[in-house]
């Protein structure tokens, strides 16, 4: 395991910038929280759902009320795994501050503790991930629900529950 430090990669800054969101639509993410008996609860997240503000900070939408949510209120910590054909990272941040609810939606921010890359074993060499977590078909930017996610993930008001 290589520490990357507390900062996202640039490649990885890009990849959630949802600049080319477009490209990486059906591409899933994995998002880790700890559930009340202190086992990993993980649930899988796509790009339109992530927003990197800075290299130190990641928004994440999910449904209210959604055991993840949950986890995040309370114990406020979670590990995003980033798996695809050139590397394995494991983004591990902490939530900060409560979340920014709208309707069924509630945006966290995550802050960036460390980020870890997936280093082969010697006794590996040669050996590689072939490819992502991938889903389809892939879901359409112009929906009700994708067009509340973006918005809510760009928006930096705060509401009241």
Same mark, same amino acid.
């Given at each position: 395991? !290589?520490n990357? @430090?507390?900062?996202?990669? *640039? +490649?990885?800054?890009?990849?959630?910038?949802?600049? +080319?969101?477009?490209s990486?639509?059906?591409?899933?993410i994995?998002?880790?929280?700890?559930?009340?008996?202190?086992?990993?609860h993980?649930?899988?997240? *796509?790009?339109?759902?992530?927003?990197?503000t800075?290299?130190?900070? $990641?928004?994440?939408?999910?449904?209210?009320g *959604?055991?993840s949510?949950?986890?995040?209120?309370?114990? @406020?910590?979670?590990t995003?795994? =980033?798996? +695809?054909?050139e590397?394995?990272?494991?983004? !591990?941040?902490r939530?900060? @501050?409560a979340?920014?609810?709208?309707g069924?939606?509630?945006r =966290?921010?995550?802050?960036?503790?460390?980020?870890?890359?997936d280093v082969?074993?010697e006794?590996?060499?040669?050996?590689? $991930?072939?490819?992502?977590?991938?889903?389809?078909?892939?879901?359409?930017?112009?929906?009700?629900e994708a067009?509340a996610?973006?918005?809510?993930?760009?928006? +930096?008001?705060?509401?009241?529950?």
């Amino acid at each position: 395991m !290589k520490n990357l @430090g507390a900062e996202l990669p *640039s +490649d990885l800054l890009v990849a959630l910038s949802q600049a +080319d969101l477009p490209s990486r639509l059906g591409q899933a993410i994995p998002l880790i929280t700890i559930d009340a008996e202190g086992r990993p609860h993980p649930m899988l997240c *796509s790009y339109l759902e992530l927003l990197a503000t800075d290299a130190g900070t $990641i928004r994440v939408v999910i449904a209210v009320g *959604s055991g993840s949510a949950r986890n995040l209120e309370t114990r @406020g910590v979670a590990t995003l795994v =980033f798996i +695809d054909h050139e590397r394995t990272v494991y983004v !591990k941040c902490r939530a900060a @501050g409560a979340p920014l609810v709208d309707g069924v939606l509630a945006r =966290f921010a995550l802050r960036v503790e460390a980020v870890l890359e997936d280093v082969a074993a010697e006794w590996e060499a040669g050996v590689h $991930i072939t490819g992502g977590i991938t889903y389809g078909p892939a879901q359409s930017l112009d929906t009700p629900e994708a067009r509340a996610t973006r918005r809510l993930l760009r928006t +930096d008001a705060h509401r009241a529950r």
